[in-house]
């Protein structure tokens, strides 16, 4: 936990035509596993193959060919529990869900529903400042991913591509603690960086690499306290699944559209059906896609091809003790040793690269000043030219140059940000720079007063009423700035305004 005080965000509330509702959320997360091989076989993982290249015979359904459980998926999975603060499970075990499609070449599909790999553990949700939703996690467990059906490459058939066919995937399965769409979508958002922090998971969404399914109920007031009092999911009422979201804002307009349609249903005398739906974001609205199937509907059965999975609890302390700092930790040290606000250091950490970058930058200088100039002048710039931090031009030691200038006196903040453009544009060493195109402030204050004395000479008027209202003496400063083309020393220029000024 973060050595911060946290309040819980106020469930999100909704008023239907007779009475106002909460809404219950809970989430199932298909996250693919970050390997090379997939998870029962040797056949290459790389998105963007041709299609079925990257296909086993085993992946392809051909008879005699048995799985062999790829270990580094194994620890990957182990390795997500532990950032996850989850209990690992020394045994688990692999099951068959039967069911028939496309692009399911086995007719099953090998997963874990009775002994998962990881049980219990907890994500702590940031809403803002101040403000988090502690969401529990119900288990993570391994499974095959599917193939991919083509329905747009001709008007009269279905192509199907196997390359994604046998890629590990982890399934995490939260409790229905999440109480509202921004919160859906920030659990989503911090489940993304944790994964990315460990490098269990890409977390590309544009791919499908994380993907999530989404359960929403809706109760009335006071309802969501007594289940979880008495553990009854009967008083969170009938859920839906919408099933296979990859975008955050969706999964929000989803959830939204979902919640009015229970709330409609309900309050017209009607019954909501268990069912799994698709949305759509062209119309804004879910659909029908079929009825909610059971557990005994897939005809779970052990996998008759694979032994039970026994790991030792040496092999799970190995990986524990390879784990990196995460998120809400390194969160909590910026705020501790840097001295920066906690929406700062959410920035700074949102992601490891450029939470790496900006501790190269802040190394030995202040903390507060490199954070500024990471957030506002960098971050920006890449915003701008819509690059992420490993595409920046300009490396943390140039940008921790351009601060060393303005702490020595050196340059001033205007002319440090035109270096910073200098560099960013054209690349460079920031000293160097300054020293070749005479950018170096202006510190001689006899030189600076020379300057003053020739700017309160030439405007009389402008002295006569700065002397009957002090604050205009800010556009004597903007003169001789101007005058100097930005290089004086602004301290200096300030002082010795007022002192002429009187």
Not at 113 to 142: Q, S, W
Not at 193 to 216: E, H, P, S
Request: charged residues 30%.
């Amino acid at each position: 936990m973060l050595d911060l005080t946290y309040e819980a965000p106020k469930p999100k509330v909704i008023s239907g035509a007779r009475e106002d509702w909460e809404l219950v959320i809970g989430m199932e997360v298909h996250a693919q596993v970050s390997s090379k091989a997939k998870l029962f076989s040797g056949a290459s993982t790389k998105f963007g193959s041709e299609p079925n290249s990257n296909v086993a015979f085993i992946d392809a359904g051909m008879p005699g060919m048995l799985p062999v459980i790829n270990e580094f998926c194994v620890a990957q999975a182990v390795r997500t529990g532990l950032g996850l603060k989850a209990e690992i499970n020394l045994f688990s075990a692999f099951d068959r869900k039967n069911y028939f499609y496309p692009d399911l070449p086995q007719g099953y599909q090998i997963s874990q529903l009775y002994h998962p790999i990881v049980g219990e553990g907890e994500v702590l949700v940031d809403m803002g400042p101040g403000v988090a939703r502690l969401v529990r996690i119900e288990r993570i467990h391994l499974e095959q991913d599917a193939g991919k059906s083509i329905h747009d490459m001709d008007p009269n058939m279905s192509f199907v591509d196997l390359n994604r066919t046998g890629v590990a995937l982890m399934e995490i399965v939260s409790r229905p603690d999440i109480r509202g769409p921004e919160e859906a979508a920030a659990y989503v958002v911090k489940l993304r960086q944790i994964l990315r922090y460990l490098g269990t998971c890409d977390g590309n969404m544009q791919n499908g690499n994380l993907r999530a399914d989404v359960n929403v109920s809706v109760c009335r007031p006071g309802d969501y306290e007594k289940y979880r009092e008495t553990g009854d999911f009967g008083h969170l009422g009938t859920r839906c699944e919408i099933k296979n979201m990859n975008s955050m804002r969706f999964i929000q307009q989803a959830i939204e559209y979902e919640a009015k349609r229970q709330i409609s249903i309900i309050e017209d005398g009607g019954k909501v059906d268990q069912e799994t739906r698709l949305y759509d974001p062209d119309k804004g609205e879910t659909r029908s896609m079929r009825s909610k199937e059971e557990a005994h509907d897939y005809r779970y059965f052990p996998c008759p091809d694979l032994l039970p999975l026994e790991i030792e609890q040496a092999w799970v302390d190995d990986i524990a003790a390879s784990l990196p700092e995460l998120p809400d930790e390194k969160k909590a040290r910026f705020v501790n040793d840097f001295g920066m606000t906690e929406y700062d250091a959410s920035v700074l950490t949102a992601e490891s690269e450029a939470a790496a970058y900006f501790e190269e930058v802040a190394q030995g200088r202040d903390g507060k000043l490199a954070a500024n100039w990471v957030i506002n002048e960098l971050f920006g710039r890449l915003k701008k030219d819509d690059l992420d931090i490993t595409q920046s031009p300009v490396s943390a030691a140039q940008l921790g140059g351009i601060i060393d200038l303005i702490t020595k006196g050196d340059i001033s903040g205007k002319i440090a940000k035109d270096l910073f453009e200098i560099v960013f544009s054209e690349g460079g060493e920031p000293a160097e720079i300054v020293e070749e195109r005479g950018m170096k402030q202006v510190t001689d204050t006899g030189a600076i007063e020379k300057v003053v004395d020739e700017i309160i000479e030439a405007n009389p008027d402008q002295v006569a009423k700065a002397k009957e209202n002090p604050k205009l003496a800010g556009w004597f400063v903007g003169q001789v700035m101007k005058a100097t083309g930005g290089k004086a020393n602004p301290k200096a220029v300030n002082e010795i305004v007022a002192k002429k000024l009187g």
